[in-house]
C-alpha cells in the first residue's frame, strides 16, 4: 500500500487520545468500586494510620496490576473497549522482521507493546505524546512492538484485527452483537449450518490445531485468584474475621467455576490431520485414527464433541472458542472423515467439564454460606467489656480494694493480647481508668486503634502492661448459668430498647447471685426511667448496702430523692457520691463520674443557690468538658449577673453541641440570649423563650 495511504489509515493523536480517555474511565470506575468494597470491609478503622496502610497497599497492588492486565489483553485481542468505541484497532505492520498480518497481536507481542506503554509513560508519558508529531502517529510502544493503531477503513480490511466477516462492519458493531438477544438461537442453528456448508477445496490437505481454551480468559481468572490471595494476606495482617475470609474464598471459586471450560480447555489441544484426532491433555495425548471412527457426536451449538473408536473415545469441550472457531473444528473433521460414518447430534452433557465445575461452584456457595453463619465484621474493637468495681465482683475475682474497671467480657484482640475476665484494669494510655462508663468514653474519643493497659490480676505482685491494636472480634462463649452473662446482656446488647426485657434479665442475675450489687443498682436505673421511683430506691438502697463505695448508686439515690422533693437528703447523697468517687484531690481528665456528679449537684442548686450552681457547673467542666448541660447554666448564670460577654460565649458553647445532647427548649433560649429576645421567667412575656430561672430572680424582668 502507498505511503500516503498508509497515513489516511492511521489513527489520529485526537482519536488514540479519546479511546485512551474511555478505557481511564473504565479502569478508574473498576478501581474505585474495588476499593469501595474493600473500604466497606474494613468499616470502624479509627486510626488513620491502618487505613493509610491498606489504601497504599491497595494503590500499589492493585491500580498497577489492573491497569497492566487490561492492556495486556486489549493489546493481545486488538483493541480496547476505548477503542472499539473509537472505531480504533491494533494491526501489525506486515514486511521483513516484522509482525506477521493476523487478526490481533498474540499474547507474546501484546506483552511487549503493554511493556512498551510502561516505558512510554515513564518520562512523564513521553512515549505517549510522540505520536502527537510522528509521522506515521506511531507511539513509543507501537514502534517496540511493530504495531500501529488504525481506524477507517482499516477496520475492515483483509487481515486487521477487526475484520470480523465480509460484511461491512456498521452491520456488526460490536455492542449490538455482545447484546444481541438472537446470539443463543444462532449458536443453536450452529451444527445445521456447519453440515451443509461446502467443502473447500483441499480442506484435507491442511493439519488443523487449536487449543480448547483461550488463555487471556485463564489469564483474567489467575489474576483474580493472585488478587484473592493478595486480599487474604492482607486479611490475616490486619486480623479480618473468619467470616470475611470465607466470603472472599466463595466469591473466588463461584468465579473460578464459571470458567471451568477456559480453565480446562486450556490444557487441551485438539490436533486434526491425515492419521486421525489427537487430544492432548492433563491425562496425557490420545488419539483416534480414522478408520477407527464409528461415531461423530455434536451438540447444536458445537459446544461439546465427541469422536469415538473402537476402543478409544474422545470427548473435548469447545464452549471456550467463538462459534467460527467451532465451526472449523467440525469442518476439519468432516474433511477427513470416512464417508460410512456421519455426524450426528449430540444431545448429552460430557462430565469433563460439567461435574468440576459443578463441584467448584458448589464449593464457593458453601462457604457464602458458611460466611453468612460465622458474620462478617462491620468495623474493629478491642474486645473488652469491663465495670466499675464493686464488693461483688472484687470478691467473685479476688481483687484488692482499688478504684479501676473490672473486666467481664473479653473477646478478639483483647483475648489475643493475654488479657483475662476478672483483670482489674486501672490505667489506659497512661489515664487512671475509675469505670465502665470513662472507659468507654475515653476509648470513643480516642483516634488511635493502638492501646495500652496496666491492669492486676489475681496472684500476681506487680501490675501487668499490655499493648495492642483493635481488629475483628466475635461473641465469645457464653455461660447461661453464669449471672454475668444476664448482665452484660441487660447491659450492653439492648440499648434501651427493650427496658422490659433488661428488667428481666438483671432480675435473673440477681437470681443467681443475690450479693450482685451493680445489677441491683443497674435495675434501679430502668425503674426509675420507667417512673417506678419506690422500685429504683429500693434497689439503690440495696446496692448501697452490699457495696458502700459504689459513687453511682448515691448518685442516682439522689436524684429518686430530688424527684419527690426530699431537697436536703438529696444534697447529702450528692456530696456522698462525691467523696465516693474521690473528686476532692482526684484526677480531672476524663473523670466521668465527678463531672456527672457536680452537674447534678449543679442541677440541684438551680434556684437555690446561684453561687453554688456557679461553682459546680465549673468544677462539671474541670473534670469532662463534653457535657453539655454546665455552659447552659454557666450561661444563665452569667445573663442575671448581667455579665453579657461570659453568658454569650458559655450560651455559643453550648450551642456547638451536637443536636442530640442539648434541650431544644434550652436551644431556644439562649438563640434568643444572642439576639437579645426578652426572656420570659415569670410567664408574664408572652411568645419569649423560657429560661430555668433562679429564684432569687423569679419576679425580676430580664
Not at 490431520?273 to 478408520?291: A, I, M
Not at 473402537?310 to 469447545?318: D, H, P, V, Y
Not at 422500685?535 to 439503690?540: E, I
Request: glycine letters at 8%; charged letters at 25%; proline letters at 6%.
Amino acid at each position: 500500500m502507498p505511503p500516503d495511504t498508509e497515513r489516511e489509515r492511521a489513527a489520529t493523536f485526537l482519536q488514540r487520545a479519546g479511546a485512551y480517555l474511555i478505557d481511564s474511565g473504565i479502569l478508574l470506575g473498576a478501581w474505585f468500586v474495588a476499593f469501595m468494597a474493600a473500604g466497606a470491609a474494613l468499616t470502624g478503622l479509627e486510626d488513620d494510620s491502618s487505613e493509610s496502610n491498606l489504601i497504599g497497599l491497595f494503590i500499589i497492588v492493585f491500580g498497577p496490576s489492573t491497569w497492566f492486565m487490561y492492556q495486556w489483553v486489549c493489546n493481545a485481542l486488538g483493541a480496547s473497549l476505548g477503542k472499539k468505541v473509537m472505531h480504533l484497532a491494533i494491526e501489525p505492520i506486515p514486511g521483513p522482521a516484522r509482525l506477521p498480518q493476523r487478526a490481533g497481536l498474540g499474547a507474546g507481542n501484546g506483552f511487549v507493546r503493554t511493556i512498551g506503554q510502561v516505558i512510554s509513560a515513564v518520562p512523564l508519558g513521553l512515549g505517549f505524546w510522540w505520536a502527537l508529531w510522528d509521522p506515521e502517529h506511531r507511539a513509543w510502544h507501537d514502534r517496540m512492538a511493530g504495531t500501529r493503531v488504525v481506524g477507517g477503513p482499516a477496520l475492515i480490511s483483509e487481515g486487521s484485527a477487526l475484520a470480523l466477516s465480509e460484511k461491512p462492519r456498521s452491520d456488526h458493531p460490536w455492542w449490538k452483537k455482545l447484546l444481541s438477544a438472537r446470539r443463543k438461537e444462532d449458536e443453536q442453528r450452529a451444527l445445521e449450518e456447519a453440515l451443509a456448508a461446502d467443502m473447500p477445496l483441499g480442506a484435507a490437505d491442511r493439519p488443523f490445531s487449536v487449543r480448547l481454551g483461550r488463555w487471556w480468559i485463564v489469564v483474567l481468572q489467575a489474576f483474580h485468584v493472585v488478587l484473592a490471595v493478595v486480599f487474604l494476606v492482607i486479611g490475616r495482617v490486619f486480623q479480618w474475621d473468619w467470616g470475611l475470609m470465607a466470603l472472599i474464598g466463595g466469591l473466588v471459586l463461584l468465579t473460578l467455576a464459571g470458567s471451568w471450560p477456559e480453565l480446562y480447555g486450556l490444557t487441551q489441544k485438539l490436533t486434526i490431520s491425515g492419521g486421525g484426532v489427537k487430544l492432548e491433555g492433563l491425562p496425557g495425548p490420545r488419539s483416534v485414527s480414522w478408520y477407527a471412527v464409528s461415531r461423530v457426536l455434536v451438540r447444536p451449538d458445537l459446544a461439546d464433541m465427541r469422536v469415538a473408536g473402537i476402543s478409544t473415545r474422545l470427548t473435548w469441550s469447545a464452549s471456550a472458542l467463538p462459534i467460527d472457531k467451532r465451526k472449523e473444528i467440525l469442518l476439519a473433521i468432516r474433511a477427513r472423515l470416512p464417508e460410512s460414518v456421519r455426524v450426528e447430534e449430540w444431545k448429552g452433557q460430557q462430565l469433563a467439564t460439567f461435574v468440576p465445575g459443578a463441584v467448584v461452584g458448589a464449593v464457593g456457595v458453601a462457604l457464602l454460606f458458611t460466611s453468612s453463619l460465622l458474620g462478617i465484621p462491620s468495623g474493629k474493637a478491642l474486645g473488652i467489656r469491663c465495670s466499675v468495681t464493686s464488693e461483688y465482683l472484687r470478691t467473685r475475682f479476688d481483687q484488692p480494694d482499688q478504684r479501676g474497671c473490672i473486666v467481664l467480657r473479653v473477646s478478639g484482640p483483647a483475648e489475643r493480647a493475654g488479657i483475662r475476665q476478672g483483670d482489674l484494669m486501672i490505667e489506659m494510655n497512661g489515664v487512671p481508668i475509675v469505670s465502665g462508663s470513662q472507659f468507654s468514653i475515653l476509648f470513643d474519643s480516642s483516634r488511635s486503634d493502638t492501646f495500652g493497659f496496666t491492669m492486676l490480676r489475681s496472684g500476681e505482685a506487680r501490675p501487668l502492661e499490655f499493648r495492642f491494636q483493635m481488629g475483628p472480634t466475635k461473641g465469645p462463649k457464653e455461660d447461661k448459668s453464669d449471672p454475668v452473662f444476664y448482665y452484660l446482656r441487660a447491659r450492653f446488647h439492648s440499648e434501651r430498647k427493650h427496658i422490659d426485657r433488661d428488667i428481666a434479665d438483671y432480675s435473673r442475675a440477681i437470681e443467681l447471685a443475690p450479693e450482685f450489687d451493680i445489677a441491683y443498682m443497674y435495675r434501679g436505673e430502668l425503674f426509675q426511667e420507667v417512673g417506678d421511683l419506690a422500685a429504683a430506691r429500693a434497689d439503690y438502697e440495696r446496692a448501697i448496702e452490699l457495696s458502700p463505695d459504689l459513687g453511682a448508686a448515691h448518685q442516682w439515690l439522689a436524684t429518686v430523692d430530688q424527684d419527690e422533693g426530699e431537697i436536703e437528703q438529696a444534697l447529702h447523697g450528692f456530696e456522698r457520691a462525691i467523696a465516693v468517687d474521690e473528686c476532692e484531690g482526684g484526677f480531672t481528665r476524663y473523670n466521668i463520674e465527678c463531672a456527672e456528679d457536680y452537674l447534678l449537684l449543679a442541677g440541684l442548686y438551680q434556684g437555690t443557690d446561684i453561687e453554688k450552681v456557679r461553682e459546680a457547673a465549673q468544677r462539671s467542666i474541670e473534670f469532662y468538658p463534653r457535657f453539655a448541660a454546665p455552659y447552659y447554666q454557666l450561661a444563665v448564670d452569667h445573663y442575671f449577673r448581667d455579665e453579657d460577654a461570659e453568658a454569650q460565649r458559655y450560651a455559643q458553647e453550648y450551642l456547638a453541641f451536637p443536636r442530640r445532647d442539648v434541650d431544644p427548649d434550652r436551644v431556644a433560649a439562649l438563640r434568643a440570649l444572642l439576639s437579645e429576645t426578652p426572656f420570659n421567667c415569670d410567664g408574664r412575656l408572652e411568645n419569649a423563650p423560657r429560661f430555668h430561672c433562679p429564684l432569687s430572680y423569679e419576679t425580676s424582668t430580664p
